[in-house]
């Protein structure tokens, strides 16, 4: 990983946006960065820090509340204005991930909201371009993959940390780095959590009543399964008796048919079919009586009867006729007269003539019918004409029917046997028919009866099933505990030997970087870390043992420093440094020593944070074969402001990047 920039807005006490570039050149790692006391360098270093990790920057068991605390002091304020809206940082880097080497972006903004919380947004850009396919744990889950939390304090650490590491005397704050370091605080963690795994799965009352209770379950199945096997057993009894009285019905009706007993059941049915077809029979009868009485002989004659309607026709003409003639005649002198006087006696003779007429030279009637009874007559003889016949046609239709119909039920009622014959057939059948009504009630209490075992026994395997599946978990928890405490031997064993394979490392490096940092040269033999305690025990060369509080103050913070340095050589990552004021208990060798050898070595990129008066003008100087940038911070006293300039401590030399 390389830093390539770091851009600040309204953050602490940088106004504005500050960029802060950080980019390195060939055999060039260092990049100085310059400040007097207050003007904004450990807020560098807690940008670094706040951007990659957010709020587990501040430690592990910092609160939400806490965090939001320290972001609201970290929005920029003027002194006689309100505090800025929104702050963020962005660190840009490139680094080589699946062995590609790619240019990231990581921006971590905070903006203050009416209720008085804080709102962060963390975003990721990739080669220009935004990764938006992960969530916010995603992205940080990420950024920890590239400088785990666990070592940002061999990488990203101040004065303090040196000086605390200094003066561990008892080997607490060694112990915490080398755990972080080795991963070590999480396999004690893994390990406290797998014992209590242990302590829950190996309760041994709690297992006993497990079996307990299963034992029961298991009872109550089987005594459920015999419940149901002795109802499906009763069932099949009655189910049997059933069968058999089923098939003695079927015989019995088989019987009663060949002997007419299914024409014995329809004796009532044949008995009214013949009463109703002999109903019908009398009633065609007697309609046809009354048409031979009335008008169906003038039906056969058909033409004498035509002959009469004839004859009543011209009769009611020749009354007609008289009927005219009588009126004629008596209007006639009346009539005679008017003509006259109209005509003036030109009248002619012709109508006289007519007016004259005789009507005793018509045809006289022959039948003195009167024209009411010659009408009977008339539609008598016309039904005759048109319906009689008809209708005696229907009527012996209908009588014929009628009558073969009473002979079929007289013919079938003829084959029907006695029924004292058909008596002990049916009373058998009878008899049959109670009987397996009664197994019908027998058969529903059986299969009710079935049915309540049936529940029984489901209701009694669900619970064993339910045990069983505890008791299973129950000793899978138990071989699980014993995999687990397996597991912890096995963590504890790894966790010694790679303890003890690392700290043997970190004892040579931490020796041979002391040296190099050291004086006095070749001080020391050996530097031991005791496994138990980590307590540090520095050897001389003679091999005799130098006393921890027989160094300088100096001497010991040389000591930390090359503790640190071996810590960060045993992480085996290439990761850049960023050290805050590390050389303020060094005296001018001390501090050329570190300038020289510590800081040109220990990285591939080393951003130094600190004073003119720890590396000042000549130390600057005498770095500037390593030294790729050098950036000021210039704080302006009177807006309570630092911007970013280029130079160290001669911000005159180049250009201010402010683009606040």
Same mark, same amino acid.
């Given at each position: 990983?390389?830093?390539?920039?770091?851009?600040?807005?309204?953050?602490?006490?940088?106004?504005?946006?500050?960029?802060?570039?950080?980019?390195?050149?060939?055999?060039?790692?260092?990049?100085?960065?310059?400040?007097?006391?207050?003007?904004?360098?450990?807020?560098?270093?807690?940008?670094?820090?706040?951007?990659?990790?957010?709020?587990?920057?501040?430690?592990?068991?910092?609160?939400?509340?806490?965090?939001? $605390?320290?972001?609201?002091?970290?929005?920029? #304020? &003027?002194?006689?204005?309100?505090?800025?809206?929104?702050?963020?940082?962005?660190?840009?880097?490139?680094?080589? #991930?699946?062995?590609?080497?790619?240019?990231?972006?990581?921006?971590?903004?905070?903006?203050?909201?009416?209720?008085?919380?804080?709102?962060?947004?963390?975003?990721?850009?990739?080669?220009?371009?935004?990764?938006?396919?992960?969530?916010?744990?995603?992205?940080?889950?990420?950024?920890?993959?590239?400088?785990?939390?666990?070592?940002?304090?061999?990488?990203?650490?101040?004065?303090?940390?040196?000086?605390?590491?200094?003066?561990?005397?008892?080997?607490?704050?060694?112990?915490? $780095?080398?755990?972080?370091?080795?991963?070590?605080?999480?396999?004690?963690?893994?390990?406290?959590?797998?014992?209590?795994?242990?302590?829950?799965?190996?309760?041994?009352?709690?297992?006993?009543?497990?079996?307990?209770?299963?034992?029961?379950?298991?009872?109550?199945?089987?005594?459920?399964?015999?419940?149901?096997?002795?109802?499906?057993? &009763?069932?099949?009894?009655?189910?049997?008796?059933?069968?058999?009285?089923?098939?003695?019905?079927?015989?019995?009706?088989? @019987?009663?048919?060949?002997?007419?007993?299914?024409?014995?059941?329809?004796?009532?049915?044949?008995?009214?079919?013949?009463?109703?077809?002999?109903? #019908?029979?009398?009633?065609?009868?007697?309609?046809?009586?009354?048409?031979?009485?009335?008008?169906?002989?003038?039906?056969?004659a058909q033409g004498l009867a035509n002959d009469v309607a004839d004859r009543l026709g011209a009769e009611q003409s020749a009354e007609e006729d008289e009927i005219i003639a009588r009126r004629i005649k008596a209007a006639a002198p009346r009539l005679k007269k008017q003509l006259e006087v109209k005509s003036g006696g030109s009248v002619s003779a012709a109508i006289l003539e007519q007016l004259e007429v005789n009507t005793d030279k018509r045809p006289p009637r022959r039948h003195d019918v009167s024209a009411a009874d010659r009408a009977v007559m008339l539609e008598q003889l016309r039904t005759i004409r048109e319906d009689v016949r008809g209708d005696a046609g229907r009527l012996s239709k209908q009588l014929r029917r009628a009558q073969d119909q009473r002979e079929r039920a007289e013919s079938r009622l003829a084959e029907v046997p006695d029924d004292d014959a058909l008596s002990p057939i049916v009373q058998e059948i009878h008899g049959i028919e109670h009987h397996?009504?009664?197994?019908?009630?027998?058969?529903?209490?059986?299969?009710?009866?079935?049915?309540?075992?049936?529940?029984?026994?489901?209701?009694?395997?669900?619970?064993?099933?339910?045990?069983?599946?505890?008791?299973?978990?129950?000793?899978?928890?138990?071989?699980?505990?014993?995999?687990?405490?397996?597991?912890?031997?096995?963590?504890?064993?790894?966790?010694?030997?790679?303890?003890?394979?690392?700290?043997?490392?970190?004892?040579?490096?931490?020796?041979?970087?002391?040296?190099?940092?050291?004086?006095?040269?070749?001080?020391?033999?050996?530097?031991?870390?005791? @496994?138990?305690?980590?307590?540090?025990?520095?050897?001389?060369?003679?091999?005799?043992?130098?006393?921890?509080?027989?160094?300088?103050?100096?001497?010991?913070?040389?000591?930390?420093?090359?503790?640190?340095?071996?810590?960060?050589? $045993?992480?085996?990552?290439?990761?850049?440094?960023?050290?805050?004021?590390?050389?303020?208990?060094?005296?001018?060798? #001390?501090?050329? @020593?570190?300038?020289?050898?510590?800081?040109?070595?220990?990285?591939?990129?080393?951003?130094?944070?600190?004073?003119?008066?720890?590396?000042?003008?000549?130390?600057?100087?005498?770095?500037?074969?390593?030294?790729?940038? @050098?950036?000021?911070?210039?704080?302006?006293?009177?807006?309570?402001?630092?911007?970013?300039?280029?130079?160290?401590?001669?911000?005159?030399?180049?250009?201010?990047?402010?683009?606040?």
């Open positions: 990983m390389i830093f390539k920039t770091l851009e600040l807005l309204d953050f602490g006490i940088y106004a504005g946006r500050q960029e802060l570039d950080l980019r390195t050149k060939r055999k060039r790692p260092v990049i100085l960065v310059g400040g007097t006391n207050g003007a904004g360098k450990t807020t560098l270093l807690e940008a670094f820090r706040l951007c990659l990790y957010g709020r587990r920057a501040l430690g592990p068991r910092v609160s939400q509340d806490a965090y939001e $605390a320290r972001i609201h002091s970290r929005f920029h #304020h &003027a002194p006689q204005g309100e505090a800025a809206e929104e702050c963020g940082i962005t660190l840009s880097f490139e680094h080589v #991930h699946s062995g590609r080497s790619s240019d990231y972006a990581v921006s971590r903004r905070w903006r203050r909201l009416e209720n008085g919380a804080v709102r962060e947004s963390l975003t990721l850009e990739q080669d220009g371009k935004e990764v938006d396919d992960l969530s916010d744990a995603s992205r940080q889950d990420f950024l920890d993959s590239l400088l785990p939390p666990g070592l940002a304090g061999f990488f990203l650490f101040d004065g303090e940390q040196i000086q605390a590491l200094a003066d561990d005397e008892n080997g607490a704050y060694l112990a915490d $780095a080398v755990k972080r370091l080795l991963g070590l605080d999480l396999i004690d963690q893994l390990q406290a959590d797998l014992r209590r795994f242990v302590g829950r799965a190996s309760s041994e009352s709690g297992r006993r009543a497990l079996d307990e209770a299963l034992a029961a379950a298991e009872a109550n199945a089987d005594e459920a399964k015999t419940q149901v096997e002795m109802a499906e057993g &009763a069932r099949e009894l009655v189910q049997e008796d059933q069968d058999a009285l089923d098939d003695d019905l079927a015989r019995a009706r088989d @019987r009663l048919a060949r002997e007419g007993g299914t024409l014995a059941k329809e004796r009532a049915k044949l008995e009214g079919e013949r009463t109703k077809a002999a109903a #019908h029979v009398a009633t065609a009868e007697e309609r046809l009586r009354a048409l031979i009485a009335g008008l169906l002989p003038f039906a056969i397996r009504g009664q197994l019908v009630s027998e058969m529903e209490r059986a299969e009710e009866e079935l049915r309540e075992a049936e529940h029984e026994l489901r209701t009694a395997e669900r619970e064993f099933r339910k045990l069983n599946e505890k008791a299973t978990k129950t000793s899978k928890d138990n071989e699980s505990a014993q995999t687990a405490l397996r597991t912890v031997r096995l963590l504890e064993e790894y966790g010694e030997r790679t303890e003890v394979r690392r700290l043997a490392q970190i004892e040579l490096e931490a020796a041979r970087y002391f040296n190099r940092l050291s004086r006095k040269g070749e001080l020391l033999s050996r530097i031991t870390i005791d @496994r138990d305690s980590f307590r540090i025990q520095v050897v001389r060369w003679d091999q005799t043992e130098l006393p921890k509080d027989r160094l300088s103050a100096g001497e010991k913070q040389l000591l930390a420093i090359a503790i640190l340095w071996a810590l960060a050589k $045993a992480s085996q990552r290439p990761l850049p440094v960023v050290v805050d004021t590390p050389l303020a208990r060094l005296d001018a060798e #001390h501090r050329r @020593r570190l300038l020289t050898e510590y800081l040109p070595n220990v990285s591939h990129q080393v951003v130094v944070l600190s004073t003119d008066t720890e590396v000042d003008v000549a130390a600057a100087a005498e770095l500037e074969a390593v030294t790729a940038r @050098r950036i000021f911070l210039s704080h302006d006293l009177e807006h309570a402001a630092t911007a970013v300039a280029e130079g160290y401590f001669s911000p005159t030399e180049g250009a201010v990047s402010n683009a606040g």
